[in-house]
Nanobody, 114 residues
Framework: VQLQASGGGLVQAGGSLRLSCAASGTNFRLYNMGWYRQAPGKQRELVADISTSHDKRYVASVEGRFAISRDNVRRTVDLQMNDLRPEDTAVYYC?????????WGQGTQVTVSS
């Protein structure tokens, strides 16, 4: 399974970014997908995930600002991030669990300036 994330960058507080993750090497539609982030000196945390039936969950700190979506035809999972805050600064990773093994994308840096 290969996951390729893109879309990070530098944005001012209040701005928006859209992250995208392209998956290959797996039957994408059969697996839940998630976005995680890791800020310097902090543990990696789940930001949002989406099930095979498109049920979505969010960490409380991004509820109402971020939206996760998936496209089973294009084999992508996106994270729309609005009203970004400096505390959203982190490396963002897409991830899936396939046959009991967790796979990670390479990470994309999101930096929000105040």
């Amino acid at each position: 399974v290969q996951l390729q994330a893109s879309g990070g960058g530098l944005v001012q507080a209040g701005g928006s970014l859209r992250l995208s993750c392209a998956a290959s090497g797996t039957n994408f539609r059969l697996y839940n997908m998630g976005w995680y982030r890791q800020a310097p000196g902090k543990q990696r945390e789940l930001v949002a995930d989406i099930s095979t039936s498109h049920d979505k969950r969010y960490v409380a700190s991004v509820e109402g600002r971020f939206a996760i979506s998936r496209d089973n035809v294009r084999r992508t999972v996106d994270l729309q991030m609005n009203d970004l805050r400096p505390e959203d600064t982190a490396v963002y990773y897409c991830s899936t669990n396939c046959s009991g093994r967790t796979f990670w994308g390479q990470g994309t840096q999101v930096t929000v300036s105040s």
